[in-house]
């Protein structure tokens, strides 16, 4: 039945070329089917694939959300589209499950869909309840059970592993930022800091008291979700950071170039979201690492261009080889977020 990706609308090539690496790399034999513009993507198996065959949460840049496809219900009557669901979950054998996620694309065509995902997902919770599946509160040790309206019609049915991480219905994080924070990338860190790493990662990652560069921090987004966070901050831009941050004395403004500024002392985290060529960004990044200038980044590498997913590889490849060289062992983890447009978001760390 394979694997059901969903992806920003215009990424399906480069979610289509990392599940497709995935499965070569795990030894499945398979293809990926992608329509550009339509946010999903479907990795058909040639031969039975183990039940084990899904990438874990973490494993893929490209993909929102995971599933492991166990029906697919390509012309479900709109009168009744629970009795045949409810018939394809029996025959797939479903005994237990942790949660429901009932979602669609992230597509225009798809995003109409949204009033019938949240009546449907109304009617079907009670209904997983009555045959004994799906208990009153979520478990996050078994496994999810998504409903992935494709049209009014067509619906996959899959099942994801939780594994640590939170699901989200489209694998899109719903979080709050406040109105006042500087820019509306503030919203790229948040999720960054949410997504990216587990609640005990942060917790011991990311602690009051501890100091952090932000390099193109303009107009101070970034330094603001790490100053709510009461992290102590030099915020490096040529451009002006919002007077209220400034005002919290938790953030220091420095007009320097970001390439070539360094830290007076070894800082906990250095965060960079400037504009410029992925390549020399990435070298740059590893610079900090193999000097020890810090111990945790996050970093945005910008993808205007067409081979993005060649690109990516070849920037984390060059990171990773930097850091090698000088014998830094550093460990990442990349993805596009929902707020990331052309671009991803990644995360390093060394142990050191
Ligand atoms: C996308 S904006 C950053 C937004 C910021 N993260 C926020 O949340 O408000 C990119 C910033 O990078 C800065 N920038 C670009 N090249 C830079 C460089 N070489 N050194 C320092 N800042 C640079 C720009 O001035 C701009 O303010």
Same mark, same amino acid.
């Given at each position: ?33 992608? !329509? ?12 039975? $694939? ?25 012309d479900l009557p709109r009168e009744d589209r @629970?009795?045949?669901? @409810? ?6 054998? /479903? !005994?237990?499950?942790?949660?429901? /996620? ?15 995902a949240r009546s449907f997902g109304n009617a ?25 309206? @494709? ?16 699901? =989200?219905?489209?694998? /899109? ?7 006042? $924070?500087?820019?509306?990338?503030? $919203?790229? @860190? ?8 587990? $609640?005990?990662? *942060? ?66 985290w250095m965060v960079c979201d400037m504009v ?11 610079? =900090? ?38 014998? /830094?062992?550093?460990? !990442? ?7 990331? *447009? ?7 760390? !060394?142990?050191?």
């Amino acid at each position: 039945m394979g694997i059901l990706i969903l992806c920003r609308p215009g990424f399906e090539p480069e979610a289509a070329a990392e599940i497709a690496d995935w499965a070569a790399r795990h030894e499945l034999a398979g293809y990926p089917q992608a !329509t550009r513009g339509e946010g999903w993507v479907r990795f058909h198996f040639f031969d039975p $694939a183990p039940d084990h065959a899904l990438p874990g949460p973490r494993d893929l840049i490209f993909a929102r959300q995971r599933v492991r496809v166990i029906a697919d219900l390509p012309d479900l009557p709109r009168e009744d589209r @629970l009795a045949p669901m @409810l018939a394809a979950l029996r025959e797939a054998g /479903i !005994t237990r499950l942790g949660d429901l /996620i009932v979602e669609h694309p992230d597509s225009d065509a798809a995003r109409p869909l949204a009033g019938l995902a949240r009546s449907f997902g109304n009617a079907l919770r009670p209904a997983l309840r009555r045959e004994g599946w799906l208990a009153e509160l979520s478990d996050p040790r078994l496994p999810c059970l998504h409903v992935c309206f @494709l049209s009014g019609t067509h619906v996959l049915l899959g099942l994801s592993e939780p594994r640590g991480v939170r699901l =989200w219905p489209q694998g /899109i994080a719903r979080l709050r930022v406040p109105k006042d $924070a500087p820019s509306r990338s503030a $919203a790229k @860190l948040e999720e960054a800091l949410e997504t990216l790493m587990s $609640a005990e990662e *942060r917790a011991r990652w990311l602690q009051p008291g501890m100091t952090a560069a932000d390099l193109g921090a303009a107009p101070g987004g970034w330094s603001f979700i790490l100053a709510r966070r009461h992290v102590r901050v030099i915020a490096i831009d040529n451009g002006p950071i919002q007077p209220a941050l400034l005002d919290t004395g938790l953030v220091e403004h420095l007009r320097a170039d970001g390439f070539t500024w360094q830290p007076p002392r070894p800082l906990d985290w250095m965060v960079c979201d400037m504009v410029e060529q992925p390549r020399r960004v990435a070298a740059r990044m590893a610079d =900090w690492f193999v000097h020890g200038w810090c111990r945790h980044a996050i970093f945005n590498l910008k993808l205007p261009m067409k081979k993005r997913w060649a690109e990516v590889q070849a920037n984390l490849g060059d990171f990773h080889a930097r850091c090698e060289a000088a014998d /830094i062992a550093v460990q !990442t983890r990349a993805r596009q977020l929902y707020h990331d *447009r052309e671009e991803i978001t990644v995360l390093a760390w !060394t142990g050191r």
